[in-house]
């Protein structure tokens, strides 16, 4: 199984920006799809963005044009870029990795969250 690590949550003012990194490590031959879910108190979680290994991009649409997801493929790394966050926004963020094991295992993997609070 892979391990995520998290990085770069916190408190930031509305209209302001946060980058949120997630490091796998493990026994990992290979990560297909990156992505990032964010879960609100009281609400379900949901996806935010996803990226494949070959750079392909998706979003929600409440986040389209104001996040970017990237990744580096050689440090097993994803990372968010929010940009004019809103209040809405506010919620814990997950990383999720779907990795391809050296035992030829597939696994989904999960960090353990980081929060994001936009608030004045």
Known sequence: QAQLVESGGGLVQPGGSLRLSCAASGSILTIHVMGWYRQAPGKQRELVAVITSGGSTDYVDAV??????????????VYLQMNTLKPEDTAVYYCYANVILTSRATVDDWGQGTQVTVSS
């Open 64 to 77: 389209k044009g104001r996040f970017t997801i990237s990744r580096d493929n050689a440090k097993n790394t």
